[in-house]
């Protein structure tokens, strides 16, 4: 089993920054990759960044040039800077974790909010 815990989410005023922050705890050995997904009210689950373990980084086309993810594998972390936000970013922001025998890992959220 894995354990994800998200922290950094809040309110945030358009075009400003924030930065999420990931940690990971238990079977940690069997994590191969760790990201972050989106999901605001009516839509479905987005990719926003996921990063492998040997730091590869994938981006959401919605996100590429404004947010940037990062991955610490000897603290077991994955952040997410975000940077030019928008209104439409708003959403709850979970953290993933895909192990390398497939299974998915989520964290309970943190909701990001853009708005003046």
């Known amino acids: 089993q894995v354990q994800l815990v998200e922290s950094g989410g809040g309110l945030v005023q358009p075009g400003g920054s924030l930065r999420l922050s990931c940690a990971a705890s238990?079977?940690?050995?069997?994590?191969?990759?760790m990201g972050w997904y989106r999901q605001a009210p009516g839509k479905e689950r987005e990719l926003v960044a996921v990063?492998?373990?040997?730091?590869?980084?994938n981006y959401g086309d919605s996100v590429k040039g404004r947010f940037t993810g990062s991955r610490d594998n000897a603290k077991s972390t994955v952040d997410l800077q975000m940077s030019s936000l928008k209104p439409e970013d708003t959403a709850v922001y979970y953290c993933?974790?895909?192990?390398?025998?497939?299974?998915?890992?989520w964290g309970k959220g943190t909701l990001v909010t853009v708005s003046s």
């Open positions: 990063i492998t373990n040997n730091g590869r980084v």
């Open positions: 993933y974790g895909g192990t390398y025998g497939e299974t998915n890992y």
């Open positions: 238990g079977s940690i050995f069997s994590i191969n990759v």
